[in-house]
């Protein structure tokens, strides 16, 4: 796979991951009746849902940038533990399947956003050729 098809490939998945974080951080900050609602079948207090969007919101911006990368590895880490988290909520509560999938499809497109940063880590490590 060439530089920029793997450039590109990572700015794609992680634009697509960044804009459905921040429309889900809108509903938390927002207090959409859809994420009330389903806080409360899961037995979670309401108040979570402006700390999980204002920490979203950060993670967001944490995988936009490309200077700390530590912090960068650091949201991987939260939203990949927030992500199982809501599939493992959703099972235990007997939610539909489309609720209990959806967070999965999220994992794996975080998990290959993940993987094209890594190659896009090592081939910019790499001395050119001559």
Excluded at 72 to 95: M, N, P, R, Y
Aim: with cysteine; charged share 10%.
């Amino acid at each position: 796979m060439s530089t920029k098809s793997i450039k590109v490939a990572y700015w794609v998945l992680n634009i697509l991951f960044c804009l459905f974080h921040v429309g889900d951080a809108y509903g938390g900050l927002s207090k959409a009746q859809a994420g009330v609602d389903a806080m409360n079948a899961m037995g979670y207090p309401t108040y979570l849902m402006g700390f999980l969007a204002v920490l979203k919101l950060l993670g967001v911006v944490a995988l936009l940038q490309n200077k700390y990368k530590t912090i960068k590895e650091w949201a991987f880490a939260g939203f990949s533990f927030t992500l199982i988290g809501a599939a493992v909520s959703h099972i235990c509560v007997h939610d539909t399947p489309l609720f209990i999938v959806m967070p999965i499809v999220f994992l794996i497109l975080l998990f290959a956003l993940y993987y094209f940063w890594r190659k896009m880590e090592q081939t910019t490590l790499q001395p050119a050729s001559a």
